[in-house]
């Protein structure tokens, strides 16, 4: 038995966070859990289901204060619970992690969950440069880093020069019998609201990187052409001043509609037909599974994080090659509108090859990953 610690940088649930604790407990492993944030959703999860937790006491405090608060808290509960392994989680924890270990006895396996497939020379315009600066000392200290997919893995190796030997690519797992149903009526509302044929839907952070600005010119485009349809726009970020503009510029705004981060999520999914993903920077993304147990259509980015590991271009979904993304994201959309109960099986098909990659049911060769990986440290 190992004593394992899951540090990690937020506090919202999350699905795959929450059931591969469970099922690492249920190795035989002692599980503990810490955030660098204050108590959230997330934390009352591992309070219910009687994990030893802790929260951070950094609160607002900025780098590098922050930085050192949580540095000292790290190597305080490891001492205390005796920890074995750290699995880290996420920028903001990671950077903390690769320091501590030279002052603990636990051995830290750091986990990525990004990768950027960005040109070069477009790094400074995309990339934040704090978050390239992190990447970088991140991988120059890590001595075990764990990816969650081919996609990352092989950017990793190709573009940013790292180790093979230092990487291990383990597939998320999610109980994607504990999401929640969507609610019948407020799917009906959502409808009601937005009505038109084709009901197009894009869940990702407003930044560059996520490649809004790929879809709303050829919504734009199909609509000057006489189809019927409309664009949900869900989540915040840096962009959403600019994007907002350019929807009233172009007179857009009873076509593109920006609802912001919403808990409700899984009834605007449930009341569109298709996900458009043209995201740089996935590495495996949550939507498109969720949009996948719903049966829907997605058309997401070819090569980035682990769309191509289980999504067959005109089978079960659509694959956005990340140049002429525009001339595929139109192809897309046409096709779906002008058949659209054509694409029912497509979104059935996807569904079952989801459950059989991902679903706990289906998990015991990813538990067996974790067992070779800490076999390793």
């Not at 608060?69 to 074995?84: A, G, N, P, V």
């Not at 075990?144 to 998320?172: H, R, T």
């Not at 799917?187 to 894009?202: A, D, F, G, H, N």
């Amino acid at each position: 038995m190992r004593r394992i610690l899951i540090y990690y940088s937020a506090n919202k649930r999350s699905n795959s966070i929450e059931t591969y604790a469970l099922q690492l407990r249920a190795a035989g492993n002692e599980v503990f859990f810490v955030t660098t944030c204050a108590k959230g959703d997330l934390h009352d999860f591992f309070e219910r289901n009687n994990f030893v937790y802790a929260d951070s006491k950094s609160g607002e405090r900025t780098f590098p204060i922050a930085f050192l608060i949580r540095f000292f808290e790290l190597i305080r509960f490891c001492y205390r619970h005796k920890i074995d392994v750290i699995h880290s989680h996420l920028h903001p924890t990671n950077i903390v992690a690769v320091f501590a270990q030279y002052f603990i006895k636990s051995k830290v396996v750091v986990f990525r969950h990004h990768l950027h497939h960005v040109l070069p020379g477009q790094e400074n315009d995309m990339i934040n440069r704090n978050e390239r600066l992190f990447d970088k000392v991140i991988s120059k200290l890590a001595h075990m880093i764990v990816v969650p997919s081919n996609g990352v893995y092989n950017g990793m190796v190709k573009d940013e020069g790292m180790n093979p030997d230092k990487l291990m690519v383990i597939p998320y797992i999610y109980d994607f019998a504990q999401y929640n149903r969507p609610d019948s009526d407020a799917v009906s509302e959502i409808k009601r609201t937005y009505p038109c044929r084709l009901r197009l839907i894009m869940v990702s952070r407003l930044i560059k990187l996520k490649r809004h600005m790929s879809v709303f010119p050829v919504v734009k485009k199909l609509v000057d052409a006489g189809l019927d349809l409309k664009l949900i726009v869900l989540d915040e970020g840096d962009e959403k001043e600019n994007l907002q503009n350019w929807i009233i510029e172009n007179g857009m705004h009873n076509h593109i509609h920006m609802v912001g981060y919403r808990r409700d999520f899984i009834n605007y999914m449930a009341a569109s037909d298709m996900l458009i993903q043209p995201s740089l920077t996935d590495a495996s993304n949550n939507v498109a599974k969720e949009m996948a147990m719903l049966e829907k259509v997605i058309a997401v980015s070819e090569g980035v994080g682990d769309y191509s590991d289980y999504v067959e271009d005109g089978a079960n979904g659509f694959l956005l090659p990340l140049d002429n993304t525009e001339v595929k994201i139109e192809d897309c959309i046409r096709k779906v509108y002008a058949n659209p109960s054509h694409y029912v099986e497509m979104g059935q098909q996807l569904r079952k090859t989801v459950l059989g990659k991902f679903d706990v049911s289906n998990s015991a060769w990813v538990m067996d990953l974790y067992s070779r990986l800490h076999a390793r440290l």
